[in-house]
C-alpha cells in the first residue's frame, strides 16, 4: 500500500525539525538559513491557509514569516527565540495535521 506524502507536509516536517535543531548552538549562517526557510514556508502555508477556518491560522502564519524575515529581520533576545522556535516548530506540525484533514484546501 503506497501512501502518498504532499509538499506541505514535506516542508512543515523539514522547517519545524530546523527550528528544534537551532535550538543548539551554531554558527550564524544556520540561523540565516533558518530565518531564509521558515519565512518561505510561513508564506507557503499562509497562502494554503487562506481559505480554512478558522481564520487565524492565516494570520499566525503572517505573524511567523515576518518574525522570521530575513530582509528585515527581526533580533530578539536569544532566550526569546528559543521558545519562539519551539512554539513555531510545533505550529507547524499542528499545521501539517490541520491541512491534512482539509485536504481539498490543498493544490498540490
Known amino acids: 500500500m503506497k501512501k502518498n506524502i504532499s509538499i ?23 540561523y540565516t538559513f533558518l530565518r531564509w526557510a521558515t519565512c518561505g514556508v510561513a508564506c507557503y502555508f499562509a497562502y494554503l491557509t487562506y481559505e480554512v477556518k478558522p481564520k487565524w491560522w ?3 502564519f503572517i505573524f511567523i514569516a515576518l518574525l522570521f524575515n530575513p ?4 533580533y530578539l533576545d536569544e532566550d526569546i527565540m528559543r521558545v519562539i522556535d519551539i512554539i513555531a516548530g510545533i505550529y507547524f506540525i499542528a499545521a501539517i495535521r490541520k491541512l491534512r484533514t482539509n485536504r481539498s484546501k490543498i493544490s498540490e
Not at 530582509?71 to 527581526?74: D, H, Q, T
Request: net charge positive; proline share 7%; no cysteine.
Open 71 to 74: 530582509i528585515i529581520p527581526v
Open 8 to 30: 506541505p507536509v514535506v516542508l512543515g516536517v523539514i522547517v519545524s525539525l530546523l527550528l528544534f535543531w537551532a535550538l543548539a548552538r551554531h554558527s550564524y549562517g544556520y
Open 58 to 60: 492565516f494570520f499566525i
